[in-house]
């Protein structure tokens, strides 16, 4: 079983710049970029500079199992100064497009802190827009505590998003694989034809969903105006 790599807490990216005058340092992090169904989560997080014990075991939240993301996300609530969670719709997405999703839902993150950030921490994504310095890191999640942290509450809330959608759409398997574009995923949309929470503007999404619909005659194909690659 590989090793997770765990983050030095007096060492990190926020702290040196909190010790510089630079803070509140806010990490923001996105889960359900490269799904084709479901939304995009975004959440911001500040951390207090201290070691926090309850955290650990904190890293990049694909790294963490369920059970282990379940057990961080309240005690991240708990510690943080500051913390906040939105959501991008399918609908959004089809409309505005995944990126400009992404980078809004960003901005958004950081504008619902109750605690105004000195500095934004993100991984890899640069946030124009911004009311305060920014910086992109690459492999940040793993790296910042306060960027594995909104990796965290952002996957995590995501995840149970998409649980709990699984029981109104049993016939898709969300539970299992999330939104993401996998054979059993893809096979059902083109069994069942694709659901109101699916990005109707990712290719692999509107393929299927075009079978079904020349499977089914009279079923009206939803066109959205643009199509995406595929995910």
Not at 46 to 65: E, F, G
Not at 79 to 86: D, G, L
Request: positive net charge; glycine residues 8%; hydrophobic residues 40%.
């Amino acid at each position: 079983m590989a090793t997770l790599r765990r983050l030095k807490q007096l060492r990190t990216y926020e702290v040196a710049l909190s010790r510089h005058g630079l803070g509140p340092v806010a990490g923001v992090d996105e889960a359900g970029r490269g799904a084709c169904c479901g939304p995009i989560t975004i959440a911001a997080c500040i951390l207090p500079d201290r070691p926090i014990a309850d955290l650990a075991v904190l890293t990049d939240s694909k790294q963490l199992s369920p059970l282990v993301r379940a057990r961080l996300m309240p005690l991240v609530k708990k510690h943080a100064v500051a913390w906040s969670v939105i959501h991008i719709s399918a609908a959004d997405i089809d409309r505005f497009g995944i990126q400009h999703a992404n980078i809004s839902g960003m901005r958004r993150a950081v504008a619902a802190l109750e605690v105004r950030p000195g500095y934004v921490l993100t991984d890899a994504f640069r946030i124009p827009g911004l009311p305060c310095p920014s910086l992109p890191i690459l492999g940040g999640d793993a790296t910042a505590r306060c960027i594995a942290a909104a990796s965290v509450l952002a996957k995590q809330t995501r995840d149970e998003i998409m649980t709990g959608m699984a029981q109104e759409f049993p016939q898709y398997g969300f539970a299992g694989h999330k939104g993401y574009s996998t054979k059993v995923h893809m096979d059902a949309v083109r069994r069942h034809g694709a659901s109101p929470q699916h990005r109707y503007s990712y290719a692999n999404v509107a393929k299927a969903h075009r079978e079904w619909a020349l499977a089914h005659p009279g079923t009206e194909v939803q066109n959205t105006g643009k199509v995406e690659h595929e995910r």
